[in-house]
């Protein structure tokens, strides 16, 4: 079992940047595939980016591709996401999600056993 808690998220502009931190305890998060979702309010949770056990591929929804950049330290046992460009429509609740191997299907929330508590980005215009 591992355990998920997100950080960084805060009040930026619009056009600014945030860090997330998805930091996790428990043994062999190496080889957790892990996803980045958000929930903005009033919305259903939305795949966001996500990363393959190693780092070596990624994914992201089409609404952050070249904005957001998701990459992982094994060592650090810590997956983060770069946010860049953010916009209003970025605001939400973000949550990074694990799974102790390939999903079926990795933009699908329900494909992941394990959660964090979220953490809020708001941006403001």
């Known amino acids: 079992q591992v355990q998920l808690v997100e950080s960084g998220g805060g009040l930026v502009q619009a056009g600014g940047s945030l860090r997330l931190s998805c930091a996790a305890s428990?043994?062999?998060?190496?080889?957790?595939?892990v996803g980045w979702f958000r929930r903005a309010p009033g919305k259903e949770r939305e795949f966001v980016a996500a990363?393959?056990?190693?780092?070596?591929?990624?994914y992201y929804a089409d609404s952050v591709k070249g904005r957001f950049t998701i990459s992982r330290d094994n060592a650090k046992n810590t997956v983060y996401l770069q946010m860049n460009s953010l916009k209003p429509d970025d605001t939400a609740v973000y949550y990074c999600?694990?799974?102790?191997?390939?999903?079926?299907?990795?933009?699908?929330?329900?494909?992941?056993?394990?959660w964090g508590q979220g953490t809020q980005v708001t941006v403001s215009s």
């Open positions: 999600a694990g799974l102790p191997r390939l999903p079926r299907d990795y933009s699908s929330k329900s494909n992941y056993l394990y």
């Open positions: 990363i393959s056990s190693s780092g070596g591929t990624t």
């Open positions: 428990g043994r062999a998060f190496s080889g957790y595939f």
